[in-house]
């Protein structure tokens, strides 16, 4: 099977479209048909080399929605002619983490780092034999792909593949950011920042939960727009430009939950994050930094004595197979907007253009509607 792909050779790098050949599946292996992918920033900190790459070349994209075109002969969840979704932490519904309701955290979670490693198999090459890495076992920046079984769910055919492949990383892990991990109850003052492919869910997120004030912040005047569009009651270019009015609504406490969403998280945006809730307020934080990097300088004495706390968020503290078809449900009880998150489709050729204008924040969560 000959696919076109958008790959990177190097980092800090372009993404460069090739032409690939997709092996027939492993046993426990699901070849799709692309038919959208998400770009979500998590991406574009490859191009930059701000988040490792295992191993050149290597395909970008983990949120997709397509068809399952082949099955290898162990796949008992979907076959071929279905709809999917892919997630990009594989479950496999049997280790501790999954057995204790936490699938996002599952241990086949490590395979998305093995690949060049020698523990992981290639299911891609180029058209001269070379591996093809790909982005958390998916590639999912390809007309076709070929995943492992724990990597897919499977979705209704009314379902559109553009609000599917948003299901795959950026819509649970910002709504799942409020709901879960900040555990967001009614009444309470919120603040978000970044208000991107991720961010925006954790306002829909906190509005859901009966937040009664959610600040957003993002230097866009666009995403600042956007956001109270979402569900924002009000919206900042950064966190101190919010710091009145935080003040103002809490009599000087603070957020009860502060969300970072930034495209790249740093010390000084953790410690604001910290600074900004109240006494045992929480700070979620699914934003990525440099791995290794930074530290974050704040008082020690504020989480004995104040009782804050930090919270990691993955696929937004919630299982893959139980959170996509809930969300799904909102979705068409019109709760959920996931439509309006799809600011500008592309083509795959026009990759790099649409992740500039990711930078640039001219867009929430653009897609690539895959051509065949």
């Known amino acids: 099977m000959r696919t076109h792909a958008a790959v990177l050779w190097e980092a800090p790098g372009r993404w460069q479209i090739e032409e690939l050949e997709v092996g027939e599946p ?105 591996g093809v890495g790909q982005t958390a076992l998916l590639g999912t920046f390809s007309q076709w792909t070929s995943v492992p079984e724990q990597s897919v769910i499977k979705i209704p055919d009314d379902v559109p593949f553009n609000a599917a492949c948003l299901l795959a990383c950026g819509v649970p892990t910002g709504w799942g950011a409020a709901v879960n991990a900040g555990n967001v109850s009614p009444g309470d003052v919120v603040v978000v920042m970044g208000t991107g492919g991720i961010g925006m869910n954790s306002v829909q997120g906190a509005k859901h939960a009966g937040a009664a004030h959610i600040l957003a ?79 974050i300088p704040v008082d020690l004495m504020m989480f004995p004595l104040y009782q804050k706390r930090i919270q990691g968020s993955l696929f ?30 592309y083509r795959l050729e026009d990759i790099n253009e649409a992740y500039e204008d990711v930078r640039q924040g001219k867009v929430i969560r653009p897609v690539i509607d895959m051509e065949h």
């Not at 399952?68 to 932490?89: K, L, N, P």
């Not at 790249?264 to 290794?292: H, M, P, Q, W, Y």
């Open 217 to 295: 912040i993002d230097p866009s005047d666009y995403k600042q727009a956007q956001a109270l569009e979402f569900g924002a009651t009000e919206s900042y270019a950064d966190i101190s430009a919010a710091s009145a009015r935080l003040a103002e609504l809490t009599n000087g406490q603070g957020a009860d939950v502060t969300m970072v969403s930034v495209d790249l998280l740093t010390s000084d945006i953790a410690a604001a994050a910290v600074e900004s809730v109240r006494k045992a307020g929480t700070v979620v934080i699914t934003s990525l930094g440099r791995g290794g990097v930074g530290s």
């Open 26 to 130: 492993g046993p426990g292996d699901v070849q799709i048909r692309i038919e959208a992918a998400g770009l979500c920033h998590s991406d574009y900190a490859f191009n930059t080399g701000d988040s490792p790459v295992q191993y050149f070349p290597w395909i970008g994209g983990h949120e997709g929605a397509g068809v399952v075109t082949a099955v290898g002969a162990d796949v008992r969840s979907v076959a071929v002619g279905d709809h999917v979704a892919t997630v990009f932490i594989p479950s496999c519904g049997v280790c501790r983490w999954c057995s204790s309701g936490q699938g996002n955290l599952c241990d086949e979670g490590a395979r998305i780092m093995a690949l060049g490693s020698g523990e992981e198999q290639f299911r891609i090459r180029t058209t001269g034999g070379q």
């Open 316 to 345: 937004g503290a919630q299982p893959p197979r139980v959170a996509v078809p809930r969300l799904l449900d909102l979705y068409r009880s019109g709760d959920l907007k996931i439509d309006e998150l799809v600011t500008q489709t």
